[in-house]
């Protein structure tokens, strides 16, 4: 049987918050909020079809459909955008004579404090390499462009190609073994919360209590104090 497919956008969920990813993925709960809804926004600027323009001598996609469908990966996602430059290293495209390497730049409406880039921005655009590659049969290079620097942030694909092709693996591993049996993985030890849409609804404060009749028993208790 082949393994579920996974959208590429979850991994990224699944990276800041399991729990939060569960939510979505499996309790089909969701909240927006600013932060949301300035991405969408963002997202919904470049993703337009239709649009392919040249810029600086390069072919410039937005909104590209990708796929991997081998058994280890099973991947599918849309990438914000794929540039392709002339180069004698690159592929044929359409049974074109010319070459072409492939980049792919994803959008982010906000650069992180004190680093180039997220660790589950970078798995996301490393699953979109993946699909690329699989597409076209090339080695595709990365960027992330920053809205609020208007810069671009080379990314380490192919240096670290090893290392994050091992972690995906083991992270699509855990998202299969969760969406199979329908279990929300808990909220994580020392969990950032701050700027989730879900907040509301996870209230992560509020723990379970380890033993639920004793914390009856108090609250039983305390009535007749
Ligand atoms: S509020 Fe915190 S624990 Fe709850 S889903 Fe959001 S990030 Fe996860």
Not at 4 to 22: D, K, L, N, V
Not at 106 to 114: H, I, L, Q, R, V
Request: net charge negative; proline share 4%.
């Amino acid at each position: 049987m082949m393994s579920q497919e996974i959208a590429i956008r979850s991994i990224q969920h699944y990276m800041y918050c399991p729990h939060r990813w569960g939510l979505l993925e499996i309790d089909k709960a969701w909240a927006e909020n600013i932060f949301v809804t300035k991405a969408n926004l963002m997202h919904e600027r470049v993703h337009s079809p239709d649009n392919y323009h040249v810029l600086r001598g390069r072919k410039v996609f937005t909104s590209v459909p990708v796929y991997n469908d081998k058994e280890e990966y099973n991947l599918y996602g849309v990438t914000d955008c794929l540039e392709l430059s002339k180069s004698e290293d690159g592929i044929s495209i359409d049974d074109s004579t010319d070459k072409y390497k492939l980049c792919i730049v994803e959008y982010k409406p906000t650069k992180p404090k004190n680093k180039d880039y997220n660790e589950e921005d970078m798995m996301q655009v490393f699953a979109q390499k993946l699909c690329v590659d699989y597409i076209f049969g090339c080695d595709s290079e990365a960027e992330i462009y920053y809205a609020d620097i208007r810069k671009r942030v080379s990314l380490p694909v192919k240096e670290m190609y090893e290392e994050y092709d091992d972690k995906l693996k083991q992270i699509l591993s855990e998202m299969r073994k969760n969406l199979l049996s329908g279990h929300i993985p808990p909220v994580k030890r020392n969990q950032k919360c701050s700027g989730c849409s879900m907040k509301d609804m996870c209230m992560p404060k509020l723990r379970c209590p380890k033993n639920f009749k004793l914390e009856l028993k108090k609250l039983d208790d305390s009535e007749y104090d």
